[in-house]
């Protein structure tokens, strides 16, 4: 079983960054394929960015490009999303997910297995 645990969310103004940071444990990490979505309140879940086992292999939503990145730490079983230049409809609560079957990332929440609790990002001024 594979356990996710998000960290590094908070409130934030327009323009700000913000790191965000998931542990996993339970499973040999870099077997893991990673992702990062957010979910705002009534909307459905929707892939930020997800991670190939090795990292050389990435995929974002289009409206993130240029502003976050997606990298991971495999010797210390971490996964990190870099947000740059957030706008308040970046406001959701994001979740980590992790899939050990896959090879690469998908876009879709029902490729991935595993998932973490979330955490809160808020933009606003």
């Known amino acids: 079983q594979v356990q996710l645990v998000e960290s590094g969310g908070g409130f934030v103004q327009p323009g700000d960054s913000l790191i965000l940071s998931c542990v996993a444990s339970g499973h040999t990490f870099s077997t893991l394929v990673m992702a990062w979505f957010r979910q705002g309140p009534g909307q459905t879940r929707e892939l930020v960015g997800g991670?190939?086992?090795?990292?050389?292999?990435?995929l974002y939503k289009e409206s993130v490009k240029g502003r976050f990145t997606i990298s991971r730490d495999n010797a210390k079983n971490t996964v990190f999303l870099q947000m740059n230049s957030l706008r308040p409809e970046d406001s959701a609560v994001y979740l980590c997910?992790?899939?050990?079957?896959?090879?690469?990332?998908?876009?879709?929440?029902?490729?991935?297995?595993?998932w973490g609790r979330g955490t809160q990002v808020t933009v606003s001024s």
């Open positions: 991670i190939s086992r090795s990292g050389g292999i990435t």
């Open positions: 997910a992790a899939d050990p079957d896959r090879m690469r990332p998908a876009r879709g929440d029902e490729d991935y297995e595993y």
